[in-house]
């Protein structure tokens, strides 16, 4: 059957732009599928289409087992999003803001209450809940947000990129957040720019480019597609470099790679950290001096330069794709939770 987040050939165009070319995911229920892409690649199209806030032009998608496409009311009433940047009223209090949406799901004004009580306080924005927003600073209006999609705790969450503008501490606290509602059941489709947020937080990683999902897999799956382990050595002197790379090749499962203008040499290795002192002894018996040394396993930065030919890092704002969606999104639509 399909999971609690399901799609099937989605297409969307605007214009010359097309946004999604295919897209096809399946997220078993109370999993976290992290979508991972550069700028412009299609996430951000995809969540507003699994969120009714577009329609595709082609394919189908359902979520909680409700077609998205024949529903979308239904849909709406058992999902949370949280949208890339904050939507928050500038003019009620931060606790007020929660108490609308509360009362907007039909909770009684008691309950919409002890809700925003709770969640003030998880967001530790529990000083500032009887202030204005509109005197929220940028991440205290992030973090405000991300409370209101929270207020009913929906089965199905949607999150468009949601640490962005948090400190690390923030940041931090958000994903125990996650990893709660994911225990207590709750599926999520997360989209991010940060890796170390999807290899903590997913359960399965789909890479988007142009539109089209270039890879699938857990992260421990994506990175042995990368290759393993690998030795990294920085010789002190570039005459060094010579008798350094006959002592990687002894021990080396492939060509050893040298930079010359860093005086660093990588191979790829099996072994571990025993083989990694077995190298460092070597060197020094041969008198080649070192100024580091080091045992690098694969990362998610790895593997998305590989698939897309550049670091999630730099992608930049204001992409073809974002212009184009922000034009189609129907007007009088927030990108909020629903």
Partial sequence: ??????????????????????????????????????????????????????????????????????????????????????????????????????????????????????????????????????????????????????????????????????????RQQLWEVIQELVAGGTTLLLTTQYLEEADRLAHDIAVVDHGKVIARGSSDQLKARTGGERVEVVVHQGDQIAPAREVLAGFGKGEVAIDEHTRRLTVPVTGGAKLLAEVIRELDTRGVEIDDIGLRRPTLDDVFISLTGHAAETATEGSDEDAAVAAATPKGHKETRK
Avoid: C
């Fill in 1 to 170: 059957m399909p999971g609690a987040i399901y799609a099937e050939g989605l297409v969307k165009t605007f214009g010359d732009v097309t946004a999604l070319d295919g897209v096809d995911l399946d997220v078993p229920e109370g999993t976290v599928l992290g979508l991972l892409g550069p700028n412009g690649a299609g996430k951000t199209t995809a969540v507003r289409v699994l969120t009714t806030l577009l329609q595709p032009d082609r394919g189908k998608a359902a979520v909680a087992g409700i077609d998205v496409l024949k529903h979308p009311n239904e849909v709406r009433r058992s999902i949370g999003l949280s949208g890339q940047f904050a939507a928050v009223d500038e003019y009620l209090t931060g606790r007020e803001n929660l108490q609308m949406v509360g009362r907007l799901y039909q909770m009684n004004a008691k309950a919409a209450k002890v809700r925003a009580g709770e969640l003030l306080d998880r967001f530790n924005l529990a000083d500032a809940a009887d202030r204005i927003a509109k005197t929220y600073s940028g991440g205290m209006r992030r973090r405000l947000d991300l409370a209101a999609a929270l207020v009913v705790s929906p089965p199905v969450m949607f999150m468009d990129e949601p640490t962005t503008g948090l400190d690390p501490r923030n």
